[in-house]
Every structure is written in C-alpha cells, then in structure tokens.
C-alpha cells in the first residue's frame, strides 16, 4: 500500500493520523492512504502569493506556455505507469485511463501553443485602443486584463483526477497565479503521482505548484479578494463553498462547475439507420459507458420524436448488448465499475427515484454480469428509462443519476418542444442537436445556447466527422449557466481570465502602448 503525501511550501510533506484510504473498485482492495491533517493551511496561501506569485509574474507569457509544454512532456513520458495507476484506483479501463490522462497532457500542450502565440508580453490587451474625445488625440483608454496577486486554489471531483488537475492548472499558471491544487481524496493517487513527476521535473518556479491529497482544513478561511477557487463537483458542495465567509468576506472569486442534466435532440427528419441516426446510437452508447457513465459531461437526457422511440430504443440496446463490464483489466471488458461504494449506493437510489416516472427499458440496477469480478468490485449495469409524451417527468429534470443511466424522453418533433424539455434541466454543459432540418435547427439552436456553455449539432455533412458529445475541448468553453453551476473554464485564451483583473487604463496612448504592450 502506498502512503502519499503533500506538497506544500516547496517539500513533500505526510499529513498525520488518520489517514483515509483509497480502494480499486473492482477488487475493494485498500491500495493507498493519505491525510493532509496538521498541514499549515494559512501559511500554503502565503506561500503561493509571496513567493510563487511573484516567479510566475516575472515571465512573460511564452515563458509560462514553455513551462506547460515543459509539465505535458514529462507526463506523457510516464504515461504507462500513469494508465496503471489510473485503472487501479478509478476503476479506469485502458482507454478511459487514456481520455483522461491524454486530455490532460493535451491540455497542458494546447495552453503552451497559446503562451507561445501571446510572446513576450505579461499583460492582455482587450480590445483596440479607444478615443476618448476627438478633441484630445494623445489621450486614450484601452482595457488590459493583468494576473491577481493572489492564489488560486483548485479543488476537483473524483472522475477526472488527471484531466481535472492539470485543465486548471494550466489556465491559472499561463495567466501568471500560483496553485493549490486538491484532487477528490478518493481517487486522488493518480493526481498525486502526476504531481511528483511536475516537481521532479523541477519545472516550475518555487511556490507555483503545491498539491494537498485530502481535506483542505481551514485554507478556505483564509481567501482574499485577491484569491480564486475554482470547483468542481457536486452542486450541494459548489453551494457550500460559495457560503464560506471567506469568500463572502473576501470576495473571492469562485468558479463552479457542477451537474448537469445535459440533453441530446434528435430532429424530426432523422430516420431510422441513416447516418446522423447512427451518429445518436454510437454517441448515446459513449456517453453512458465511458468511465461507467461517470462523467459531468454525459447525455442524461434523450429527446427523440415520438415515432422514432421504439426504434431508438431497440438499437440503443443492440448497442449496449456490446459493452462488456467487467474488471478493467480483462481482455475485453468495455466498462469498469463505479469509483466507490458510496457511487454505487447512489446509482441505485437514483434509479429507483427515475423509476418513478420513467419505465426501465434496458438493463437492471440490481443485476450486473461483471467479469473477473469474483462477488467483489462496484459494478453497475447501464441502465436506459424511458419517458411517455404526457408523463411530467421530474426527476428526469432535477436528479443526476452518476453513472450509466440516461432516460429517453419522447416529444413532438417541434423545435418549441424540444427547446422547452432541454430548459427543464435549469442550464447543462452541453446539449447534442442530431438534425439535418435548417428550420428546426435555427428554431431550437438560440433557445438551447441560452441554457448550455456548449452545444454541438450533428447534421449529415458531418456526422462522420463530429467531436464526441461529452468530449471538451480546451479551445472551447467549458460550463454552464444556473443548475451547472454558473462556470466557465477553458475556451483558449478566454480560460485565463478568471485568474485575471480586467482594467480599463487611460492616459497618453503612446506611453500607455509602451509600457502595458
Ligand atoms: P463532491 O462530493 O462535491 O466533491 C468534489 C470535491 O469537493 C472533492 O475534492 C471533495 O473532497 C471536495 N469537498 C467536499 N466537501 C468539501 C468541503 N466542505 N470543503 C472543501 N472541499 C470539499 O463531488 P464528487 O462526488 O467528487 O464529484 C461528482 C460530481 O461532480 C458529479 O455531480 C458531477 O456532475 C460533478 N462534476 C462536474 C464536472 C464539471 O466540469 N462540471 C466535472 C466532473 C464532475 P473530498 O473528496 O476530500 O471529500
């Protein structure tokens, strides 16, 4: 069993009794432990802004990006020991290990092309130069965007450990914060492990980089106004830390990415085995069982035309008769299990809380054939509801099932419908347009873009060619309004902002062009 530790101001450090431990939840075995108790919160927050702050100021923007291609690098060079660790701890299959470690890496690279593009500045320019009064022509205003003096502190959900950790990270230290980053504690190994190979690479100037494996104590407490956190994880949680008094106190800025009720629309010209029919089979398929269906980002929620059910229903199951769950470690197992047992607790009670107004139509949450599960591990099988025209489905709206569960809605094939049952989730991360039907698709897209950070269409010019449903991408924003938590993340350059002051600057517009850039 491995111990892991911090590391905080500047060295590894062990955190005291108790420890919490960390299992494979296709086995249950215990494989790590770890605590962050006793760990000077207070003096980790200091740290970051006196000493990591200022080496990070000192670079220019090309500096910091060379920084991540630098961390990308060393990552992907341990990315086999990465991917074990991974399937041990979460539960990963080898690919879903890769989705998560590959985004991450390429994250980190996708940032350093960006720090290289910006050069050698250390602010952002936002916008062009402005006259003020035609009358005064030296003086001008020009809005800047400059990195906070602060820290940002970064706290992430238990499915993505790498992708999480290191997304973040990347739009913070571009921008010019220092981080404190804490992964979800239980699966919190394979973030620990990609910390040791950062700070073994002696990549980062001092202070910049500090990693706490468990609870992060009081260090919240301390947030000022010139701190950020940026969360995900559950609403409950996001709504919790949005509370704390620091951040009330401080005014610091809080970035929430939560659940997420996200949709796919199936248009009303789509049929049967054609090629955007297929394109919703395979990626209803993807989105309920990569990483088990544990991801923010999957289709919870599946609006078809009411003619178009039965079919979708049978071939969603063909599909899904396919996927093998079983111990990520066997030769042709699919889907692993559930993180914890506290998830698969949860996967239950969410079903049965669906049942209520959706008929099961595809598998059972008590029955799972697990391979090489040997009566032990945290499987779960996919499970596929189903929703009547004039049933009021509630819950499908409110409760997220984390796991491998998505329901089908039926509706009337109009835009109005469709737009009104995507609302219903209260604002997602993303929604899935499949339709060819221009009339249908300028109707439906304005309505579904006010409710989601993301919207993807799929129509047939590019039904062989679209980006996954549930994949983010970091030139794209990642968030969404209300229910998601209000967030917004990655989207190039526009992902450094929240770690950034934006400042309108007036005065002589020579002087101003040489000084700020
Ligand atoms: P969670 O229970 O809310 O935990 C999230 C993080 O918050 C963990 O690191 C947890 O640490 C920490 N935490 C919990 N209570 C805290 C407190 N009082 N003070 C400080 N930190 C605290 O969520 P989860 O179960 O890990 O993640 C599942 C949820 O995340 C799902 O609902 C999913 O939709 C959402 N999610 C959203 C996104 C997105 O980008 N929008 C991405 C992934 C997941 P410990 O583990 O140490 O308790």
Redesign the pocket.
């Known amino acids: 069993m491995v111990r892991l530790k911090n590391y905080v101001l500047d060295r590894w450090q062990e955190g005291q009794a108790p420890f919490r431990t960390l299992v494979d939840p296709a086995t249950e075995q215990v494989v790590a432990e770890t605590s962050s108790n006793g760990l000077d919160f207070a003096g980790i927050l200091t740290h970051a802004r006196t000493v990591g702050g200022p080496g990070l100021r000192s670079l220019t923007f090309a500096e910091r990006g060379a920084l991540l291609k630098a961390m990308s690098r060393a990552l992907h060079a341990q990315r086999d020991r990465l991917l074990d660790v991974a399937m041990t701890n979460g539960g990963n299959t080898r690919s879903d290990a890769k989705f998560d470690i590959d985004g991450a890496t390429f994250t980190l690279s996708h940032y350093a092309r960006i720090g290289a593009a910006l050069g050698d500045q250390k602010l952002l320019a936002d916008g062009e130069s402005q006259v003020i009064n035609p009358a005064m022509a030296r003086f001008h205003g020009r809005h800047f965007w400059a990195p906070l003096r602060g820290a940002a502190v970064h ?6 450990p790498a992708w ?1 950790t290191f997304e973040k990270a990347a739009c913070a230290l571009l921008a010019g914060m220092p981080i404190i980053t ?5 699966t919190s190994w394979l973030a620990y492990e990609m910390s040791r190979i950062v700070v073994d690479a002696e990549i980062l100037p001092a202070g910049a980089f500090q990693f706490i494996g ?3 104590g009081d260090l ?1 407490d301390h947030l000022t106004g010139q701190d950020v956190l940026a ?8 709504a ?2 949005r509370g704390v008094a620091g951040h009330v106190s401080g005014s610091a800025r809080v970035n929430v ?4 009720l996200n949709a796919l629309v199936v248009g009303p010209d789509v049929e049967r085995r054609d090629a955007v029919y297929d394109a919703v089979v395979r990626n209803i398929t993807t989105e309920m069982t990569q990483k088990a269906g ?4 999957a289709i919870r929620r599946i609006m078809v035309p009411a003619g178009l059910v039965d079919a979708l229903v049978e071939d969603v199951g063909e599909s899904l008769d396919r996927i093998r769950v079983g111990v990520p470690t066997v030769k042709g197992v699919r889907m692993g299990p559930l993180t914890t047992a506290g ?1 698969l607790r949860d996967y239950r009670e969410g079903v049965a809380k669906l049942a209520r107004v959706a008929r099961i139509v595809y598998g059972s949450p008590s029955e799972v054939c697990a391979e090489g599960a040997e009566g032990k591990g945290y499987f779960a099988a996919p499970v596929l509801l189903q929703v009547d025209a004039d049933t009021d489905a509630g819950p499908v709206h409110d409760h ?1 099932v ?1 796991g491998p569960v998505a329901t089908v809605l039926a509706y009337d094939g109009s835009a109005a419908a469709a737009g009104a049952l995507v609302a219903r989730g209260k604002g997602s ?1 993303v929604t899935s347009v499949f339709s060819s039907d221009r009339d249908f698709l300028g109707e439906l897209l304005p309505e579904v873009a006010a409710w989601n950070g993301r919207v993807l269409t799929v129509d047939k010019k590019v039904a062989d060619q679209a980006t996954p449903h549930g994949m983010v991408l970091p030139g794209l924003l ?3 309004p209300g229910r ?2 209000g ?1 917004a ?1 990655l989207g190039g350059e526009r992902g450094l902002h929240f770690y950034m002051n934006r400042t309108a600057v007036q005065g002589n517009r020579a002087l101003i062009a040489k000084l700020l850039g």
Request: charged fraction near 15%; charge should be negative.
């Open positions: 706290i992430n959900a238990f499915n993505f999480g804490k992964p979800a504690t239980s468990a609870g992060v919240l969360f995900t994880g559950s609403a409950d949680t996001g919790l830390l990415e939560a659940d997420s544990q991801k923010c980002t998830q997220e984390f991360l990642h968030g969404g998601a938590g967030g993340e």
